[in-house]
T-cell receptor, first 111, second 115 residues
Framework: GDSVTQMEGPVTLSEEAFLTINCTYT??????LFWYVQYPGEGLQLLLK???ADDKGSNKGFEATYRKETTSFHLEKGSVQVSDSAVYFC??????????WGAGTKLIIKP | SAVISQKPSRDICQRGTSLTIQCQVD?????MFWYRQQPGQSLTLIAT?????????ESGFVIDKFPISRPNLTFSTLTVSNMSPEDSSIYLC????????????FGQGTRLTVV
């Protein structure tokens, strides 16, 4: 079945460092791909999405490109801030309108 | 985008009791989903709730333990019954619009601690 694999955390970086969180997927069709963020003590918020191959989603300085050839949707940000500390989830849309979730990656940014 | 209000936001409950979590959406939606997020873990789908029909439960979850109501297109409840400490989790409701590329919107979550 469809699945999502994320790099394990926690990922600890210094402020202004470059961020990459890897996400790869397995799907039989052509799913939409999402990154969600969960700040401490809060619910999940959509960070960005891409609906077809080569689409680039972007928001708040974060970017991810839908790579069909490598079945990947890696999250990147050029310069992270302390306020980016959160748990990041990669997800894909299943045919039955559910989302298939990755395990989540905890990001810790130190000043 | 849909706005989902979920309550309570947190609760501490005694084992053996039940808690009902409410989820209100600001627009009519066909499908609503209930998730459990155990500490430090990803989301696990409990069930899908469609208006006018019984909820569809995922493997490992049963109606007697997690009864769900869906009386109309904007509201749903999840009850956690006969609670034990293992039920301590964050419970989340969400809705997903129908259509390619439609993202899921989430309530704020209910942080449940069973003592």
């Amino acid at each position: 079945g469809d699945s999502v694999t994320q790099m394990e955390g926690p990922v600890t970086l210094s402020e202004e460092a470059f961020l990459t969180i890897n996400c790869t997927y397995t799907a039989t069709g052509y799913p939409s791909l999402f990154w969600y963020v969960q700040y401490p003590g809060e619910g999940l918020q959509l960070l960005l999405k891409a609906t077809k191959a080569d689409d680039k989603g972007s928001n708040k300085g974060f970017e991810a490109t839908y790579r069909k050839e490598t079945t990947s949707f890696h999250l990147e940000k050029g310069s992270v801030q302390v306020s980016d500390s959160a748990v990041y989830f990669c997800a894909l849309s299943a045919p039955n309108y559910q989302l298939i979730w990755g395990a989540g990656t905890k990001l810790i940014i130190k000043p | 985008s849909a706005v989902i209000s979920q309550k309570p936001s947190r609760d501490i409950c005694q084992r053996g009791t039940s808690l009902t979590i409410q989820c209100q959406v600001d627009s009519q939606v066909t499908m609503m989903f209930w998730y459990r997020q155990q500490p430090g873990q990803s989301l696990t789908l409990i069930a899908t709730a469609n208006q006018g029909s019984e909820a569809t439960y995922e493997s490992g979850f049963v109606i007697d333990k997690f009864p769900i109501s869906r009386p109309n297109l904007t509201f749903s409840t999840l009850t956690v019954s006969n609670m034990s400490p293992e039920d301590s989790s964050i419970y989340l409701c969400s809705e997903t619009g129908q259509g390619r590329g439609t993202e899921a919107f989430f309530g704020q979550g209910t942080r449940l601690t069973v003592v």
